[in-house]
């Protein structure tokens, strides 16, 4: 287990994390997700013991580890760029975290090698790294991460650098090895499609403090505030009162709502935006902006059209009010 106990940390009296708490399980994969600026980073850092002037506690089963450096806290880090040696070959880049776990010279070639034919890139372990794809250099990488068999294993945007469609597919491939592992992973992404794709649980973060700590689909589907409702990109936010509601906001969730004639809510369509297999639609109702999608392959109105439209009860969640989140506050 992994222990973040009221963690704050001031950079040049520039405050960056805020009074965090988290406990963290073993075998699991958490994306810490948020927009930039809000400490994810910064997060990863103190956890690694590469930021050293935080006050607070790091414990690592059971046991404080903030007086250790980096090196001593056995954790492994995989950086955007990969951080792979440009003089070593793909095999040596391996062998040289075997290297650093103390393995004998004449086991670290077989192991490295054993290492690589679990990612299919046995036949290529005699190649430079800059002969490799993105995706290959991806793999070595986080093998040599795995190579050196540390207890969490902290992973900083390593998909941040790749087009939209190798990001997919290389994350795809990341969870996979990353469940193989069975190792605690710690991912930090600003992108919530990646963090979905790969977490057991999603850290939210903003202004340096957690806000919300779930499994995607909880998250998903149950924002508790109005921030993270409108990070994940659930716009439908309506003050309570316009329901008869108590509390601040509501988020009428997209999932929810569905064009029906015979629906009792009615709106005027202000766009319209083929997506491929669905198209994205906006409506005005009352003083309200709306969104949702739907298949392109239905009936899609017309901008200007009068539509009417359902909105399932169970979907729509109560939040708090809290909008751009303030520093200070407990986690």
Same mark, same amino acid.
């Given at each position: 287990?992994?222990?973040?106990?009221?963690?704050?940390?001031?950079?040049?009296?520039?405050?960056?994390?805020?009074?965090?708490?988290?406990?963290?399980?073993?075998?699991?994969?958490?994306?810490?997700?948020?927009?930039?600026?809000?400490?994810?980073?910064?997060?990863?850092?103190?956890?690694?013991?590469?930021?050293?002037?935080?006050?607070?506690?790091?414990?690592?089963?059971?046991?404080?580890?903030?007086?250790?450096?980096?090196?001593?806290?056995?954790?492994?880090?995989?950086?955007?760029?990969?951080?792979?040696?440009?003089?070593?070959?793909?095999?040596?880049?391996?062998?040289?975290?075997?290297?650093?776990?103390?393995?004998?010279?004449?086991?670290?070639?077989?192991?490295?090698?054993?290492?690589?034919? %679990? &990612?299919? $890139?046995?036949?290529?372990? *005699?190649?430079?790294? #800059?002969? =490799?794809?993105?995706? !290959?250099?991806? %793999? &070595?990488? $986080?093998?040599?991460?795995? *190579?050196?068999?540390? #207890?969490? =294993?902290?992973?900083? !945007?390593?998909?941040?650098?790749?087009?939209?469609?190798?990001?997919?597919?290389?994350?795809?491939? =990341?969870?996979?090895?990353?469940?193989?592992?069975?190792?605690?992973?710690?991912?930090?992404?600003?992108?919530?499609?990646?963090?979905?794709?790969?977490?057991?649980?999603?850290?939210?973060?903003?202004?340096?403090?957690?806000?919300?700590?779930?499994?995607?689909?909880?998250?998903?589907?149950?924002?508790?505030?109005?921030?993270?409702?409108?990070?994940?990109?659930?716009?439908?936010?309506?003050?309570?009162?316009?329901?008869?509601?108590?509390?601040?906001?509501?988020?009428?969730?997209?999932?929810?709502?569905?064009?029906?004639?015979?629906?009792?809510?009615?709106?005027?369509?202000?766009?319209?935006?083929?997506?491929?297999?669905?198209?994205?639609?906006?409506?005005?109702?009352?003083?309200?902006?709306?969104?949702?999608?739907?298949?392109?392959?239905?009936?899609?109105?017309?901008?200007?059209?009068?539509?009417?439209?359902?909105?399932?009860?169970?979907?729509?969640?109560?939040?708090?009010?809290?909008?751009?989140?303030?520093?200070?506050?407990?986690?």
């Amino acid at each position: 287990m992994l222990e973040i106990d009221h963690v704050s940390l001031a950079i040049g009296g520039n405050p960056i994390l805020h009074d965090l708490s988290l406990k963290l399980r073993g075998g699991k994969v958490y994306c810490v997700l948020g927009p930039s600026g809000s400490g994810k980073t910064s997060l990863l850092r103190v956890i690694a013991g590469l930021e050293r002037g935080y006050i607070g506690r790091i414990v690592w089963e059971g046991k404080p580890i903030d007086a250790l450096d980096a090196q001593s806290r056995g954790f492994g880090l995989m950086f955007q760029d990969f951080a792979l040696f440009p003089h070593l070959s793909v095999l040596e880049n391996v062998a040289f975290a075997l290297k650093m776990r103390g393995i004998p010279r004449s086991e670290r070639e077989t192991t490295a090698r054993d290492l690589l034919r %679990r &990612v299919g $890139l046995e036949a290529m372990a *005699a190649r430079g790294v #800059h002969q =490799l794809s993105g995706g !290959e250099r991806q %793999r &070595v990488a $986080l093998v040599r991460s795995l *190579a050196y068999q540390p #207890h969490l =294993l902290m992973l900083d !945007e390593p998909l941040g650098s790749l087009d939209a469609g190798l990001r997919q597919q290389l994350g795809m491939e =990341l969870r996979q090895r990353l469940r193989e592992a069975s190792v605690m992973s710690l991912y930090v992404t600003h992108d919530q499609n990646e963090a979905f794709m790969l977490a057991d649980f999603v850290i939210v973060m903003a202004s340096g403090r957690i806000v919300q700590v779930d499994t995607p689909q909880a998250l998903y589907f149950r924002p508790r505030t109005r921030f993270v409702c409108e990070f994940l990109g659930l716009n439908n936010v309506v003050p309570a009162g316009l329901l008869g509601r108590a509390g601040q906001w509501l988020c009428l969730h997209p999932a929810g709502i569905k064009l029906d004639a015979a629906g009792e809510w009615e709106g005027v369509v202000l766009d319209v935006t083929f997506e491929g297999y669905q198209t994205a639609i906006k409506v005005q109702w009352r003083d309200c902006l709306l969104s949702w999608r739907v298949p392109s392959l239905s009936c899609v109105p017309q901008v200007g059209e009068l539509v009417r439209f359902t909105v399932d009860e169970s979907t729509i969640v109560t939040l708090s009010d809290e909008k751009d989140p303030q520093p200070g506050r407990s986690s």
